[in-house]
């Protein structure tokens, strides 16, 4: 992977100035002519488009590693540009200051595309801040956006999150006439580039009507490895999802786990190459090892730690293009048990939130399932230390459970669950799953569940390869499922939001409020499906 390093930094004003620091230099602009009147904010200004030159696509963003003081700007081009950078200001006016973007390129193993993504690093930034910006390149229209910065302490917030979405958009393919060549000639006929529907659309602007400060995403983004597998573009599917998206990430981070289709064989040792250039994340003990760079990574918004895995790493299951269980070494392992003790331990984090793809729980009578192998090495950490929210997809449907702590003795270590309560659960007490992965792929799964509580378990893979090789089919076991809570049996497409209220006294509850929605149409009409309430103690008074 070739990384274009460029580290100048420009600035255009004192009031600029203060919204932006780095560790580079700052450059003032030249003094404005008090004839012309107040100088217009470059966020108004624009740029003629150049002819030849490509376009700022896939504009997205991404915290860093202090969401409160960090932000990452980037998006991606077919290729290399000049002078890729972001201007940054505020909505009550100033010039800003220019900061310029890194770019980090791969070339697909398939297709030979090489791709470019260009991340603009803004730090310093103020806490529970609205900033505005641009970002573009030489020849190029600058494209606008704008964020919040995460709060510090204990005050409200909103996050959403859904998995599995794929893209919504067509591609003209040219057929011939029953299906060999004639000369009677071809027509045209244009079908999904792979597995999204038009919600993989609708569900942008369903979460634009929340308005979150984040999205969290849990794995499955665009079946990138799927279109691959079917002799399409894995770059252009990438591609659509970003341009797709764009409506929402240029306003607010979505921030991603590594699902299964996130694995693109030949993408560098582990499938990722794609998604570790797409993005640039909050940095963890990972970052210095290029080969798991950005699989798992944690932020802090307010008072809620959010911890992101890559559970290919540990599930049993073989799904991706690559059979990846154990590629780590343990070292997920030991950075997972190392996070979880020290957000536990500090008195300003009261939630603890796991993002993550395979989940540990599932109705699904023919889909995937739950995975023991999740279930025996990070159940015991979720325990330990009172992990409150796991959110996940992989099954594409709705589903939570009970808080549950500790497992059955038996060979599925069946979750117990310490609450039966379906409108409020108390995770002082366990963690409550939640499955959300109605993202918009088309092969949902809402009608195929237990109609009693109950589930199925991978818990390992037969020794006999199938085609395609060398893919292992899962052996399953059936366990009772005391820890279901809710399945949303009817709607095909959906998200949840949750909206934090940190309370208001040292010791005291803080809850969050957990909505499921479904929604309609372009415009996204939103339907509540699933409505409970998470609490538990603030740790700021609380005994350990």
């Given amino acids: 992977m070739t990384i274009a390093r460029r580290s ?24 404005a002519d008090p004839q012309d009147g107040p100088a217009a904010s470059p966020l108004l200004q624009s740029t003629p488009h150049r002819l030849g030159a490509p376009s700022v696509s896939g504009l997205h963003l991404q915290f860093g590693t202090d969401p409160a003081a960090e932000m990452t700007v980037s998006w991606i081009t077919p290729q290399s ?5 972001v201007r940054i200001g505020s909505p009550d006016g100033g010039l800003g200051r220019v900061v310029e973007a890194e770019t980090r390129t791969y070339r697909d193993a398939l297709s030979k595309d090489e791709v470019y993504v260009h991340h603009a690093r803004l730090t310093g930034l103020r806490p529970g801040t609205t900033y505005l910006y641009t970002a573009g390149h030489d020849g190029a229209s600058p494209e606008t956006g704008s964020f919040t910065t995460a709060p510090r302490g204990r005050v409200p917030l909103t996050f959403t999150s859904f998995g599995d979405q794929a ?5 003209r393919q ?6 060999v060549p004639s000369p009677l000639g071809t027509y045209p006929v244009f079908t999904s580039s792979q597995v999204g529907t038009a919600h993989s659309a609708d569900i942008v602007t369903a979460v634009e009507r929340v308005g979150p400060l984040f999205n969290l995403v849990n794995g499955d983004l665009c079946y990138a490895s799927y279109s691959g597998r079917h002799g399409q573009s894995r770059t252009a599917t990438w591609a659509d999802w970003f341009i797709n998206n764009s409506r929402s990430t240029r306003l607010r981070p979505w921030m991603p786990c590594a699902g299964n289709h996130e694995n693109e064989g030949g993408n560098g040792p582990i499938g990722a190459l794609g998604y570790q250039t797409y993005f640039s994340l909050p940095d963890s003990s990972a970052s210095s090892d290029e080969e798991t760079r950005g699989m798992w990574y944690a932020f802090t918004a307010g008072s809620v730690r959010v911890i992101s895995l890559a559970n290919d790493d540990v599930a049993i299951q073989n799904s991706g293009d690559t059979y990846l269980r154990g590629y780590s070494g343990g070292a997920q392992q030991r950075w997972l048990e190392r996070e979880l003790r020290a957000a536990r331990s500090n008195r300003s984090i009261d939630w603890i939130v796991v993002c993550m793809h395979h989940p540990m729980i599932s109705s699904s009578r023919h889909g995937s399932g739950s995975d023991l192998g999740i279930r025996e090495a990070w159940g015991p950490l979720f325990d330990a230390y009172g992990v409150d929210l796991v959110v996940s997809g992989h099954e594409h449907y709705y589903e939570r459970s009970h ?13 117990v669950p310490t609450g039966t309560d379906l409108r409020t659960a108390d995770t002082d007490r366990g963690t409550v799953h939640m499955i959300i992965g109605a993202g918009g792929n088309a092969a949902t799964t809402q009608d195929d569940l237990f109609e009693q509580p109950r589930g199925r ?12 090789a060398p893919y292992r089919e899962s052996i399953w076991v059936t366990e009772d499922a005391p820890w279901a809570a809710f399945q949303d049996r009817t709607h095909t497409h959906g998200f949840a939001a949750f909206e934090v209220d940190p309370g208001d006294r040292r010791g005291g509850l803080t809850t969050m409020r957990v909505t499921y929605y479904t929604f309609d149409g372009p415009h996204a009409e939103l339907t509540p499906v699933d409505t409970f309430t998470l609490r538990r103690h603030r740790t700021d008074g609380h005994p350990a």
């Fill in 8 to 31: 100048l930094l420009k600035g255009t004003s004192a009031a600029g100035a203060a919204l932006v620091t780095g560790a580079a230099a700052a450059q003032p602009a030249a003094a």
């Fill in 81 to 85: 540009v000049r002078r890729p950078q």
């Fill in 167 to 171: 893209t919504p958009n067509l591609r």
């Fill in 174 to 179: 040219v057929v011939f006439p029953d299906g």
């Fill in 403 to 415: 808080p549950v702590r500790g497992t059955l003795p038996n060979d599925t270590r069946t979750p």
């Fill in 457 to 468: 378990v991978v818990v390992a893979l037969e020794d006999a390869p199938r085609p395609p």
